[in-house]
Each structure stands twice: as C-alpha cells, then as structure tokens.
C-alpha cells in the first residue's frame, strides 16, 4: 500500500494588513478553497502590538493554486 503524499502549501500572496489578509481568505473560502494565513509578526496575534506592515502570508494547497490566483485577480503565479 502506497501512502499518498500530502498536497504541499504554496504562498500565493502578502496582505498589507490583516485585514486585507481576511478579505483574501473569505474570498478563497467561498469559492471552496481552504487558506492559511500565517502572521510573521509573533505579537500580532497575542494582541500585544498592532501588525507590521506586509506581515501577513497567504497558502493554498498546490492543487488549488491557479484557481486561488485567478480568484485573487493574478494572472500568472509570481516566483
């Protein structure tokens, strides 16, 4: 029996601020796409600090990846 190999996260995109980062993620959720948005700013969600700019990431499953660019408006995934 052959394991299947999880489907890898790719960043699709950072958000100015976490608001724009959720705007982002309720987008892809409607459309049925799961994100994971990860802050690179380690106070921001013990609400010790307000979030630096740019300071939020967003993944998809490589799977998913161009659909989550089209939806976002990107037309071609950035490397």
Known sequence: MVADKPD???????????????VWKDALEQDGI???????????????APSLPASFELYVRSADEKRARWILGQDQPSG
């Open 8 to 22: 890898p996260l790719v960043k699709i995109a950072v958000a100015r601020d976490e608001v724009e980062a959720n």
């Open 34 to 48: 799961k994100p994971y948005v990860k802050s690179l700013d380690p106070l921001t969600p013990l609400g010790v």
